[in-house]
């Protein structure tokens, strides 16, 4: 299988907030935006993977300040590491108000994707090699991430997350 870096899946995305898209306050609703992402997401993934991809989970995700109606969302998705069958992409979100001229960060996550065959079954994914020390810095830190989610949902005992605890071990030691 060949070996990928994470530009490989480097996805711009690029909406316009349209009156559809906001609230009463004429504010970008939060569900549209979590949707543009899931589609950027899904096609790094599919960069990545070459395979029909399916969200596995959501990160937390917070919406710091309001993006308004006439901006435009500039979405950038990325995978961080590649699993056995899953695929973590990070992304960051800017919202750019033309009038005004600003570009100011509103969002970012991760989402987890999983690769499926022609029959729906999960299959493997190609290897990610970081290059840059920013991609170096995401592909350390997915392995702690991923074991915090899989507690999250139920699929992994805290007693088996090693990364987890060493890190709060190593954060004990400083205090
Ligand atoms: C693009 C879209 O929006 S798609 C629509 C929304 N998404 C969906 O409908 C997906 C519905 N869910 C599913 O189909 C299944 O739960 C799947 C495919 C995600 C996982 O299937 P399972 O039978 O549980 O597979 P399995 O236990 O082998 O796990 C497969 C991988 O998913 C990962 N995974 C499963 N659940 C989660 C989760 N909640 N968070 C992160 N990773 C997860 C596992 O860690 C595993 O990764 P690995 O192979 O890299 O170690």
Redesign the pocket.
């Known amino acids: 299988m060949t070996l990928k870096t994470p530009q490989d899946s480097l996805t711009i995305m690029n909406e316009l907030v349209l009156p559809n898209d906001t609230n009463y306050l004429h504010n970008l609703m939060g569900g549209r935006l979590l949707h543009w992402m899931?589609?950027a997401a899904?096609i790094s993934a599919q960069k990545h993977c070459n395979r029909i991809?399916?969200?596995?989970?959501v990160d937390n995700v917070s919406f710091q300040q309001p993006v308004k109606l006439g901006d435009v969302i500039n979405i950038e998705a990325k995978v961080t590491r590649?699993?056995?069958?899953?695929?973590e992409v990070k992304l960051d979100v800017w919202a750019q108000n033309m009038p005004s001229g600003t570009n100011i960060k509103c969002n970012e996550a991760y989402y987890?994707?999983?690769a499926?065959d022609e029959n729906?079954r999960?299959i493997?994914?190609p290897e990610i090699e970081p290059q840059t020390e920013k991609e170096i810095e995401l592909y350390n830190g997915a392995l702690r991430r991923?074991q915090l989610?899989?507690i999250l949902?139920g699929?992994m005992h805290p007693d088996d997350a090693t990364e987890l605890k060493a890190l709060f071990t190593a954060a004990k030691k400083d205090v």
């Open positions: 899931d589609i899904a991809v399916v969200t596995a989970s590649a699993f056995t069958t899953s695929m987890t994707f999983v499926l729906s999960t493997a994914v991923r989610r899989l949902a699929r």
